[in-house]
């Protein structure tokens, strides 16, 4: 396998701070606190390419006199893997014993994430999200594309069992240009 690609890890960094005062009586009627946190990198073995990310949020809201009313905090890491590549050959048509002169470009793509949101005042913030996505796109000519995808999500509540779920879509497109 080959390592190549020079690996940058961009990073964004937000913070987030209002509040909204009572001018009359004197006293603080609202403050909200927020921060959010990304970095990813990318980087090549072959013909692979590996994205890994990481997003990190907080979010708090206090009331009167400091009252806690929405607190939460959310961690999602990712990977995307991408794989593009072409098969240097035609296309061999039957009954005729001619060949067709294909581009036949594959592009899979795949994305797992896997989000953990946890809040101490809103029970239904509590649960772990796992979500994987992939596609695969073969484009056959410059006018045929075939595309078949699917996904599958699983939610874990931590507190109501009621809210756990498992979803899955398949799908697949037949792209014909003129």
């Known amino acids: 396998m080959v390592f190549s690609g020079e690996s940058r890890v961009p990073k964004s960094y937000d913070k987030r701070k209002s509040d909204k005062d009572d001018l009359l009586a004197g006293q603080s009627l609202e403050n909200t606190d927020g921060e959010d946190f990304s970095a990813q990198t990318s980087f090549y073995l072959g013909n692979w390419r590996f994205t890994p990310k990481v997003l ?11 009252q806690l009313s929405q ?9 995307n893997v991408r794989l593009d590549f072409n098969l ?16 036949n470009r594959v592009i899979w793509n795949t994305t ?9 005042v809103e029970v239904k913030e509590n649960y772990n999200l796992l ?3 992939t596609s695969l796109d073969y484009e056959i000519s410059q006018n045929l594309r075939l595309n078949v ?7 874990n509540h931590a507190y109501v069992e009621t809210e756990d779920y498992m979803a899955y879509s398949l ?8």
């Open 71 to 79: 607190s939460s905090k959310e961690v999602t890491p990712s990977l």
């Open 56 to 66: 990190y949020a907080t979010y708090e809201k206090r009331l009167v006199r400091g």
């Open 88 to 103: 240097p050959r035609g296309i061999k048509l039957p009954f005729i014993n001619r060949m067709y002169n294909a581009t």
């Open 149 to 155: 995808a699917g996904s599958a999500q699983w939610l």
């Open 131 to 133: 979500d994987l996505t």
């Open 112 to 120: 797992a994430s896997y989000k953990k949101k946890t809040s101490p």
């Open 171 to 178: 799908a697949a497109n037949v792209t014909i240009q003129f």
